[in-house]
């Protein structure tokens, strides 16, 4: 199984831009996809973005898309998700996940369930 820790959460103003990362460690030989989900309080944890085990593919949810950017470093250990334009409605703890065993984006990769690996999450707060 992967460990995944995730960092870079904080508070910022509307607008404002943020990175949030993800290290994973242990079996980290793969293949695995990764993902970000966001829980915001009161509400359940969404689907945010995830990638491939190559990095080649990207998916996003609606309402990041354009703004969000999901990427993994060539180790495949390390992952990201670039946040611009930040809104208010974009304040929630982001988990990091990881779904071993298919290199590939397959149906179902929207779904907490997918997933076998959590991190401990990060919380990004966004004032209006």
């Known amino acids: 199984q992967v460990q995944l820790v995730e960092s870079g959460g904080g508070l910022v103003q509307a607008g404002a831009s943020l990175t949030v990362s993800c290290v994973a460690s242990?079996?980290?030989?793969?293949?695995?996809?990764m993902a970000w989900f966001r829980q915001a309080p009161g509400k359940e944890r969404e689907f945010v973005a995830a990638?491939?085990?190559?990095?080649?593919?990207?998916t996003y949810s609606d309402g990041v898309r354009g703004r969000f950017t999901i990427s993994r470093s060539s180790g495949k250990n390390m992952l990201y998700l670039q946040m611009n334009s930040l809104e208010f409605e974009d304040t929630a703890v982001y988990y990091c996940?990881?779904?071993?065993?298919?290199?590939?984006?397959?149906?179902?990769?929207?779904?907490?369930?997918?997933?076998?690996?959590w991190g401990q999450g990060t919380q990004v707060t966004v004032s209006s």
């Open positions: 996940a990881a779904a071993a065993g298919s290199p590939y984006l397959r149906s179902g990769y929207t779904r907490p369930t997918t997933y076998d690996s």
């Open positions: 242990g079996r980290t030989d793969g293949p695995y996809i």
């Open positions: 990638i491939s085990w190559s990095g080649e593919h990207t």
